[in-house]
């Protein structure tokens, strides 16, 4: 008998799912941010990923020594690190099909992720500026915090330009889905690949919303409670437990390149692939909120359908009207500030 006979595949775990051997297409892949915490490890499943052709690695240091480092892999795709700057921004950015930013300060313990708004915002917006103007079409994955509002304020440096395209703009929240479906698993002593469900909302504490009702009616009263609050303050468990040396980066690294793996699958003419996101949405844009995470599918023009919420509860409804009031104050925010900043 195999040692891991009856059990699932790493494939089924791993951020590339199922690989094809060999790329449909040429991918290029940019990274800003790539030396930090978040930006090394997702640089090196970048570089592990068969469909990327071309890494391509940016900060505002150190960037050039972390791509000569992964050029040594013996993975096909070539990897380059360019010195921060404008001819490195462009360098980094020109034919990107996958512009991820992780780049800018992470949290320390007692801070809310909008504590980070007045050092993040500049950075994202200026590393906008740069992509609206080098990759205007290339499909931008937001991993920076405030993500609710880091988002928005991509959308109007894009506006401002006239390369806006909403199919193309992604805040990543699919460490949210990824922690879900891990502590579900540990309620239910399940296996984790088994567990998807859609987190709805954005990127920060009551933002953050669970719907666990409609696959899991079983789980209810304290459980519930605990594992929805487990959901949303999972950040501050690695916050906490990093104590002061920064937040999630390697839980963040495997779920950044899932979804990245999920775009460039459907780049690849894949079909239904789809992963969740905080994107330009009609599903509560009555209410005043234009960006709001739910599951979408993917396609070759990057968001192909947003799909409907599944069925809620009474519960998950108070749940969101509380998400949406935090949520259009922080797009508010991002816009308010871009507006200000040009
Ligand atoms: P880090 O400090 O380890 O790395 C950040 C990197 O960004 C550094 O290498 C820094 O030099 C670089 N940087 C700063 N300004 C830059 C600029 N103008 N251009 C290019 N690079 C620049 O931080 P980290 O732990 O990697 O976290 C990065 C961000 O990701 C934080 O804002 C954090 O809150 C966020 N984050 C988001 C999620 C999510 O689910 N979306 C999860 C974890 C962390
Ligand atoms: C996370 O969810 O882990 C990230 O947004 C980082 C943080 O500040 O919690």
Redesign the pocket.
Known sequence: TLPFAGRRAFSDYSPFGRLATSPAKPAKVAV??A?????QPLSLLMKLNPLVTDLAL????GARGVAVDLSHINTNSTVKGYAAGEEGLKATLQGADIVLI??????KPGMT?DD?FNT?AS?VR??AKAAAQYSPEANMLI???P?NSTVPIVSEVFKARNVYNPKRLFG??T?DVVRASRFISEVKGTDPAHHNITVAGG?SGLTIVPLLSEKYPEIVGETRDALVKRIQFG?DEVVNAKESM????LS?AY?GARMANSLLRARAGESGISEPAFVESPLYKAAGVDFFASEVELGPEGVKEIHALPKTNEYENELLATALQDLKANIKKGIDFTKSNP
Request: aromatic residues 2%; hydrophobic residues 40%; positive net charge.
């Open positions: 800003l941010g030396t930090g915490g978040i930006g940016y900060d505002i240091r992780p780049a800018g300060v992470p949290r992720r980070l993040n950075i200026d590393l991993i920076s915090n993500v990543v929240t460490l990127h950040g920064g937040s999630a980066t963040m779920a």
